[in-house]
T-cell receptor, first 114, second 112 residues
Framework: GAGVSQSPRYKVAKRGQDVALRCDPI?????LFWYQQALGQGPEFLTY????????KSGLPSDRFFAERPEGSVSTLKIQRTQQEDSAVYLC????????????FGAGTRLSVL | GENVEQHPSTLSVQEGDSAVIKCTYSDSASNYFPWYKQELGKRPQLIIDIRSNVGEKKDQRIAVTLNKTAKHFSLHITETQPEDSAVYFCAASNNAGNMLTFGGGTRLMVKP
């Protein structure tokens, strides 16, 4: 079936604008993760959902970042009042469940804040 | 929390040679170590993983070794091909389904 799908693939925002990034996980996958990947660096954990429950949000860099997964499937990462340091690729990953299952990644959304 | 260091940051090899990428981790509770390959503008793709109950795993030209005592693990690619050129990331987790802590990445270039 289809892999993890993210939209938009590219987003340009003016500083101070709000943005919303969408993730469609693999159908049936219980766990969903958001990571931030700065240019030339490895992905860094932002937040984790199991079904609709946000179990870990320790990686969110500020209270401007908010994530939700209201029906336990599609997830949205929202960034309010974007700043230049928010420019990065935002990756979503899903896994069948917690425990012993590998994470499958989407292609990411490249956010550029001008 | 966990900290993963990866070396080298860039690696250039001739086609047919072997490539080795090394990672160290800090948290002794980590027990799952995947390796991802990421081509420019594309999604990270899992190429091999190892759990802490084994010391080595092989899949065709790719192998991973794990030394739990020293807290390091390595990726070995033999008979490299131009299509192996990409950025490779190691990662660690205290369980396969939990958050991953990534290394900084290695840009591998295979020259034909």
């Amino acid at each position: 079936g289809a892999g993890v799908s993210q939209s938009p693939r590219y987003k340009v925002a003016k500083r101070g604008q709000d943005v919303a990034l969408r993730c469609d996980p693999i159908s049936g996958h219980v766990s969903l993760f958001w990571y931030q990947q700065a240019l030339g660096q490895g992905p860094e954990f932002l937040t984790y959902f199991q079904n609709e429950a946000q179990l870990d949000k320790s990686g969110l860099p500020s209270d401007r970042f908010f994530a939700e997964r209201p029906e336990g499937s599609v997830s949205t990462l929202k960034i309010q009042r974007t700043q230049q340091e928010d420019s990065a690729v935002y990756l979503c990953a899903s896994s069948l469940s917690s425990g012993r299952n590998i994470q499958y990644f989407g292609a990411g959304t490249r956010l550029s804040v001008l | 929390g966990e900290n993963v260091e990866q070396h080298p940051s860039t690696l250039s090899v001739q086609e047919g040679d072997s490539a080795v990428i090394k990672c160290t981790y800090s948290d002794s509770a980590s027990n799952y170590f995947p390796w991802y390959k990421q081509e420019l503008g594309k999604r990270p793709q899992l190429i091999i993983d190892i759990r802490s109950n084994v010391g080595e795993k092989k899949d065709q030209r790719i192998a991973v070794t794990l030394n739990k005592t020293a807290k390091h693990f390595s990726l070995h690619i033999t008979e490299t091909q131009p299509e192996d050129s990409a950025v490779y990331f190691c990662a660690a987790s205290n369980n396969a389904g939990n958050m991953l802590t990534f290394g900084g990445g290695t840009r591998l270039m295979v020259k034909p």
